[in-house]
């Protein structure tokens, strides 16, 4: 297994099964100090610098309440719009990351550009971790999802995902690439025009892979273990709330999970979605047994601080 230490974490592509392992086995030792709402100083004198191109509420967040806990610092900014990067002088990423490196000892970064990350991982001589790069991929965010599949059910082989929502989406890329290492099922269920694509299809499949794809969440749903939800109406990033009215779209129900259709999934069939939702997951199901969402929001901190100690060399490996 490759050393975290100094690493990037920017892609699910080729993240070994025994990766996987370490960093659950690490998040695992870390999970009693969120759990008692403690703090430790494992990262004490480390500081993360946060570069948010797009907007965050979780992942963002998440990063910044795991260095808090692990006794570092964090800086940065949560909108292009206040950087040089965001306004006349469109400062590149090669340039921002030159001074980044300066200011801290890893850098998460969004950014609506597919590989953006990955080109500042190139620039930078710190750890850059990917917080979702545009279509590309969510690699925290399904190490996130995977981990609490396995304290809500024990563990990821032998189970059956159910995928739902836009396949474009970055936390479908990198729950595709993240299930080749596993043995499970993925079964995919998007609007024709949001579906996987040939080309990534026949990636997976490449890894052993196969997903099925069904046109109604009604036909798998009693097959599933893990429902794993996306919107398929995408919020318009440049309208306000108040502003967007009556242009929002409503989700067919196809693609929605709603407490009447719970009846026909596994008693211990669990609903996991990254949030934000829009009305593919009504608020009603959030008090059933199946809903997890809200323990993915708190793994997702155990996540982060397992993956900054790694990747910051607090840990052995
Ligand atoms: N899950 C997720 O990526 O949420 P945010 O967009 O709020 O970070």
Known sequence: MRSFAGRDILSLKGFERAEFEHVFQVADELEPIARARRSTD?????????????PSTRTRLAHEAAMHRLGGNVLGFSDAKMTRAGDFYQESIKDTVHMLEYYGDAIVMRHFQQGAPHEAARWASIPVINAGD???????????????VRRELGQVDGLTFLCIGDMRMRTMHSIGYALTQFDAEMIAVAPPEMSLTEEFTAELAAQNLDVRQVDHVAEAIGEADVIYMEPVVQADYTASRDERGEQVGT????????????????????????LPRMDELPPDVDDTRHARYWEE?????????????????????
């Open 134 to 148: 545009g279509w590309g991929e969510h690699p925290t965010q399904v190490l996130t999802d995977l981990y609490t």
């Open 251 to 274: 989700t067919p129900e196809n693609y929605r999970v709603t407490r009447e259709l719970l009846r026909e999934a596994k008693s211990d069939a669990i609903v996991l979605h990254s």
């Open 297 to 317: 929001a708190y793994y997702g901190v155990v996540m982060r601080m397992a993956l900054l100690s790694l990747v910051l060399g607090a840990q052995e490996r």
């Open 42 to 54: 494992l990262l004490a004198g480390k500081t993360l610098v946060t570069a948010f191109y797009q």
